[in-house]
């Protein structure tokens, strides 16, 4: 949809489809809200935090100034993972989700696999407040527990052992971030920043996972442009992993990669 399209959705609370079958002139109240929108976006702020909320996996999430907008390509990572999930065909799983933001990961995760448990993390409580009311709104309360806390801290002290970890972390390049789009740098750049190559976090997050995966269990996690070969080599000098793959976006590049630990 066109950002107008997006905008007079949420004003009028209808379909895209409705504006064309069901038109009708926008009141005075309708008009001036129309208007800010408009302007809001004219000074590069994210579609997603105007209109308050945004779809991922074909589930709505709420969304806002203190948490990262979920991306389409974000969404293969959510589907490469349930893909070898349901092929496992287990009787239930507990997944761990790094870096969990909006919870779109998490709850993609409740909404698509049977018997799925998650613990999803993240250091922002601001974020974990959208989380929250996302689970809410997609009916997943008593799948997800929540835990306000830094990765590093979390994985060291753990004492669960999980099917499968997910994760999304930041890995823009320190100085790439000047490089963004508008929109983009009005996102937290807590979520975004991850050092001077952008793999600060996947150097903890590899090794960290052998110690809290059960037996054949599975990471996968969404990388940067040009990050693959290095990530491949992190996975091989932090082993033994299995079924090491490489899986592209919707865009035929390089996104997310998943591996199975070996025991």
């Not at 287990?90 to 997944?95: D, Q, S, T, V």
């Not at 761990?96 to 049977?114: F, N, P, V, Y």
């Not at 996102?187 to 037996?215: M, N």
Request: hydrophobic share 40%.
């Amino acid at each position: 949809m066109t950002d107008d399209e997006l905008f007079l959705t949420a004003i009028l609370n209808c379909s895209r489809s409705d504006l064309y079958l069901h038109p009708r002139p926008l009141t005075v109240q309708e008009q001036v809200q129309l208007d800010e929108m408009r302007s809001r976006r004219a000074a590069g702020e994210p579609v997603q935090y105007i209109v308050g909320f945004t779809e991922f996996f074909g589930y709505r999430f709420e969304v806002g100034p203190d948490v990262l907008v979920p991306r389409p390509e974000t969404e293969v990572l959510a589907d490469v993972l349930i893909r070898e999930l349901k092929a496992q065909n287990k009787k239930e799983y507990l997944i761990l989700d790094i870096g969990t933001g909006s919870g779109c990961l998490a709850i993609t995760m409740a909404k698509e696999l049977a018997h799925c448990r998650v613990v999803a993390v993240d250091i922002s409580p601001k974020a974990l407040a959208y989380a929250r009311r996302n689970v809410g709104i997609n009916k997943v309360v008593d799948q997800i527990e929540f835990i306000e806390r830094d990765m590093f801290w979390f994985m060291d002290e753990t004492a669960h052992r999980f099917d499968a970890i997910i994760s999304n972390p930041p890995y823009i390049p320190t100085a790439a971030m000047g490089t963004l789009p508008m929109d983009v740098k009005q996102e937290p750049e807590l979520a975004l920043q991850a050092g001077p190559d952008g793999l600060h976090f996947y150097r903890f997050i590899v090794p960290s996972s052998r110690r809290v995966l059960k037996d054949q269990g599975v990471l996968a996690v969404e990388f940067g442009d040009g990050q693959a070969k290095e990530l491949q080599n992190l996975f091989a000098i932090t082993g033994p992993w299995d079924k090491i793959q490489t899986c592209n976006d919707n865009a035929g590049r390089p996104r997310v990669i998943m591996a199975q630990i070996a025991r």
